[in-house]
């Protein structure tokens, strides 16, 4: 039997076999892929404690426009394995590279939100761009948000270690207290509750991981060797992720970006700007 005929005959065979829902990272961690639509393929990258749900709207609008639209849970989030570690921004863009690999994805435009945008910036200049065709950085928490004597208009790392203080007495309490800020005063009660179960999904041990690399990981001198097309989205509302400490620095030292501004936008502008964005977004894959 020659192998066209064994193919036909066998259609689970690998080469007829669909991606699977799941790709394996370096250190075995399984991290759960969902993909919609077919086309031109497009990577969302999650925020902190938060997973690929949470790119619902953004699936719904561009799938029907001939995008392939895949989302991954990090790895400690949603229905990835909870590793031990691995929460670092190295391990975090290796797990990118997984996820690319095991879809195999090509010309693929990178979407990364707060803390995934970071992971974009730490793939590309570890992995190389041969396989990416865009980026779009969504209020990202880039450049450095720690404040040092080179970076004075950082916050203090013992603000940050204050935080996350509060966090081991009652972080369910403090998400609920401060999701307001994530939203506007448009948003409705239960979508703010869903983004709020959602969070709440993540284990302690893991959004303090997390979040420390967010704080502390300085990404300056990496932004200015990215020559991907870029597109840098973020409110001047945010008080998450503030456009002055975080998206104007960023677009300010990639060389080849574009920054827009959403007027009265918070952190949550995928829930609240939900029409604004996906249109930029398509604009921007499409152009």
Known sequence: MDRATALKSNPHSPATTPPQPFAVAADGARLHVTAWGEGAPVLFLHNWAMQARM????????????????????????????????????????????????QDLH???????????????RYLTRHGGR????????????????????????????????????????FPGWVSQNAPAFFTPATSPALIDWAVRMMLEISLPVALACNRAVTETDFRAELAKIDTPCLVIHGDADVSAPLALTGAPTAALIPNRDLKVYEGAPHGLMFTHTERLNADLLQFIGS
């Not at 989030?77 to 997984?98: F, P």
Request: with cysteine.
């Open 131 to 170: 396989r990416v065709k865009k980026i779009v950085l969504l209020a990202p928490t880039t450049p450095f948000l720690a404040q040092t004597p080179d970076n004075p208009s950082g916050l203090p790392l013992a603000a940050f270690e204050a935080m996350r203080t509060a966090w081991t007495v009652d």
């Open 107 to 121: 010309g693929v435009t990178l979407v990364g939100h707060s803390m995934g945008a970071g992971e974009i910036v």
């Open 55 to 102: 790119w619902d709207y953004q699936f719904a609008a561009l799938a029907p426009h001939g995008l392939r639209c895949l989302g991954y849970d990090r790895r400690g989030h949603g229905r990835s394995d909870q590793s031990a570690d691995g929460y670092d921004y190295d391990t975090l863009a290796d797990d990118v590279a997984a996820v690319i690999e095991a």
